[in-house]
């Protein structure tokens, strides 16, 4: 008996490729399962690997697509079978003429690259550094693919190109996993690293995909999204512990606009094939249609460019460090109750032991049910793709017959900024090549003009238009429903310029150039701003660092501003106007400023906040002639700290009363300030739960901006408009011999609020102290 299993063992390993056989195996390579609980593979360890199945696997190559914002290689691995890979540019040019159907010849050249063109998938893992499952997942797929003979991954292989980005955010894969490896098995096991995750963005860089804002999401967008353009886009990352154990899509309401109807419909098919999929395999707790809506395209660049965005969200550990969850613990949900069988959660998790190899376990089975659907059902993906940008060329009824932006505009910034974002999203954008008129207006050459009938005319719309999000209730006259993130993106209002929409050309358009190509940002920083006599700017960076800091910083430094990051040793040690003229302090709790992180977070050396040794050298640094500049949150800090006769007009209503998640409001400015100079009356601006509306009650301070009357917000979602109707929206307060200015609203909202950059540049222009 033992001898015949032996033998069958021997054919059974002569049977595989010679190339699976070389391939080394995640445990051969890193001395681990992946996947074991309180073992973390870090970025080096996994490229090492990487390289390795390449080199070993012909199913299997690995390309440097870019550096990281650390200067960390930026990779994607190709993963097909080896008959793909042996005709990959032929199976490239079909792809990219199904994504322009201008580039078909007819019906039967539309059948023959039906016939012979391959799935596209694109699989991204750990953008979100401290869900530490996703970048470890990838691993263990990619050698399954690499390796196995099983007539499912064969199938997968042979009609399915995979492109696979193991770590959209490696910088953070290093520093999340070499802080747990430190911490492992002491007090501090399981807690995240004191500092973002990511350089600038931290949990914010999956709201990147339409700005464009950093290097992963760049390379991602050009190396991967434009250069394929996939029919399917799987983006894995971690939820919650205390809920359901995953969740696919359905999304649930609202879906943006213009979001092709056949692209929703396939998303929703395709999760709920994945759920099926993972279910019947005996995995509890799996959700679809809950927790997360498809509005905003900060998260979803390819439902703009003809494919489906899946998200997949797995129950969290601490980090690699398993838990145990008590049934007691289980809750409920967004449209789901966690506890309770339904038709969209119908086996419920009950509690127990959770930890990494259920996570990993979890999303590799998302991923080969997908990989499994984008086979068998491959001529669907490509005829329905085809079928999605050829609507898009013919152009949709909802849609104006193109949009025009005048070249010569004030705000060259924010209209360099706009370009950028729509050539690299792959709109067409031309410029008119002699005068033209449309309806009652007058356009000089130059102009640009987005035809609106091309592939991507739907990513054009939705960053050109208002938004009118819905007036959704958890009951009829009830609290709001909350959208999972904003409610608002439009360019033209963030980055302060004017793009009008043309419904329909009397007579033909106007003679046009070629599409122009990729632009990129043009920014200038203020004079009063740069050189010797610059005033000397300090960021105050926590421990417990806000995302907004990290995007000031990346605004800075985007300029050239010159800027020092102030620690809370260096605020606690005093003499502050030694070294800095201005101190901004971006949009954070008075507690979290004060306290800091708490001592069973982290080390002693990262825990206490600025403490009081720090607010009394605020004090004195603003009394001696500094100035403070203080955003949002951090204006409670500010209030507190100089007793400042101002108050929140808002704050503690209820959401029924008012409520704003995230639009974009109008700013009535006082023209007459320093703070204002340069800008018009009337500028656009960002509102969202963490701003505020000021109650001003002392004659000595000024306000140099008001939210608009009547119904502020202009784009996006109010409850209770006259609530900061007519409010100021930033004062400047003398304190001694300096001043406190204090922002209500976010002047730098994630590196896209070009019209307010001014205002805030204002602010920390102050004379330099000798």
């Known amino acids: ?233 799987h983006d894995i990352h971690q939820m919650g512990g205390n809920g359901a154990r995953i969740y696919m899509p359905p999304f649930i309401d609202p879906v943006e606009p213009n979001v092709d109807p056949a692209i929703v419909s396939a998303l929703n098919q395709l999760g709920a094939f994945m759920a099926a999929s993972l279910t019947s395999e005996g995995k509890r707790g799996v959700v679809i249609d809950a927790i997360y809506d498809a509005w905003t395209p900060a998260r979803a660049y390819q439902h703009y460019h003809g494919g489906v965005r899946i998200l997949s969200e797995t129950a969290s550990a601490r980090l690699a460090t398993p838990v145990d ?172 310029f004017n793009a009008m929409p043309i419904e329909q050309w009397d007579g033909a358009p106007p003679p046009m150039s070629e599409p122009i190509p990729q632009q990129d940002w043009q920014f200038e920083l203020p004079a009063a701003l740069r050189g010797r006599n610059a005033p000397r700017i300090g960021i105050y960076k926590s421990w417990a660092e806000p995302s907004e800091s990290g995007w000031t910083r990346w605004m800075f430094d985007a300029h050239g501003l010159a800027y020092d990051t102030i620690k809370d040793a260096r605020m606690r040690a005093g003499n502050l106007g030694t070294d800095f003229d201005v101190i901004l302090l971006q949009s954070q709790a008075s507690r979290s400023i004060l306290s800091g992180l708490a001592s069973d977070a982290a080390p002693d050396e990262y825990t206490g906040g600025i403490g009081t040794d720090g607010r009394d050298a605020l004090r004195e640094f603003v009394e001696q002639g500094g100035r403070l500049v203080a955003i949002e949150d951090a204006t409670d800090f500010a209030i507190e700290t100089f007793d400042l006769q101002i108050s929140n007009a808002v704050a503690g209503l209820r959401r029924e009363d008012f409520y704003v998640p995230g639009s974009i409001v109008e700013l009535v400015l006082d023209v007459g300030s320093k703070l204002t100079a340069g800008l018009a009356e009337n500028v656009y601006g960002w509102y969202w739960g963490a701003s505020r509306a000021f109650n001003v009650h002392d004659t000595t301070a000024r306000t140099v901006a008001t939210y608009g009357s009547r119904d502020p917000v202009k784009s996006g979602w109010i409850l209770g408009p006259e609530r900061i109707a007519d409010k100021a929206a930033l004062v400047v307060e003398p304190v001694g011999r300096g001043s406190v200015v204090l922002f209500g609203f976010q002047p730098n909202y994630r590196g896209q609020s070009v019209a307010t950059w001014p205002l805030l540049f204002n602010a920390l222009t102050v004379p330099r102290r000798r």
């Open 325 to 496: 969850i008590d049934s007691s613990r289980i809750g409920g949900g967004r449209e789901y109750d966690a506890k309770t069988s339904s038709w969209k959660y119908p086996w419920p998790w009950t509690g127990g032991r959770w930890g990494l190899p259920h996570i990993v376990d979890y999303m590799e089975s998302g991923a080969l049910a997908l990989l499994s659907n984008a086979a068998g059902n491959r001529r669907f993906w490509l005829r329905n793709f085809y079928e999605i940008n050829r609507r898009a060329v013919e152009g949709w009824d909802a849609w104006p017959a193109a949009w025009v932006i005048p070249a010569d505009q004030p705000n060259r910034e924010g209209l360099a900024f706009a370009l950028r974002i729509l050539t690299m999203g792959d709109v067409e954008v031309h410029r008119a090549t002699a005068a033209f008129t449309a309806g009652d207006s007058s356009f000089a050459a130059g102009t640009y003009v987005i035809p609106m009938q091309q592939p991507y005319a739907s990513f054009a719309q939705t960053m050109l238009e208002v938004q009118h999000y819905p007036d959704l209730r958890e009951y009829p006259g009830g609290p709001p429903k909350a959208p999972y993130d904003v409610t608002a993106h439009t360019l033209p209002m963030l980055m302060g």
């Open 1 to 233: 008996m033992a001898r015949s299993l032996v033998a069958a063992a021997v054919a059974f390993i002569v049977a595989l490729p010679l190339s699976a056989q070389n391939v080394p195996t995640p445990r051969e390579h890193f001395g681990f399962e992946i996947g074991a609980d309180r073992k973390l593979a870090d970025w080096d360890q996994l490229l090492a690997y990487y390289e390795k199945v390449a080199l070993a696997s012909p199913r299997v190559s690995v390309d440097t697509i870019g550096t990281t914002t650390m200067g960390r290689p930026f990779v994607m691995l190709t993963i097909t079978s080896e008959a793909n890979q042996a005709k990959l540019d032929e199976l490239h040019d079909i792809q990219m003429r199904l994504a322009d159907p201008r580039r078909i010849n007819g019906q039967a050249d539309l059948d023959r690259l039906l016939d012979q063109g391959r799935t596209v998938v694109l699989i991204t893992h750990g953008i979100h550094s401290t869900e530490v499952g996703g970048a470890q997942t990838a691993a263990r797929l990619i050698h399954r693919l690499a390796t196995s003979s099983d007539p499912a991954i064969r199938e997968i292989l042979d009609n399915v190109i995979l492109l696979d980005i193991p770590s959209l955010n490696p910088d953070g894969t290093d520093w999340v996993n070499e802080w747990y490896n430190q911490w492992v098995g002491t007090a501090f096991e399981g807690t995240s690293p004191p500092w973002l995750y990511q350089f600038y963005t931290g949990h914010d860089n999956n709201r990147d995909w339409y700005a464009f804002t950093q290097k992963e999401t760049i390379n991602t967008v050009l190396r991967a999204h434009n250069a394929w353009h996939p029919q399917i886009v």
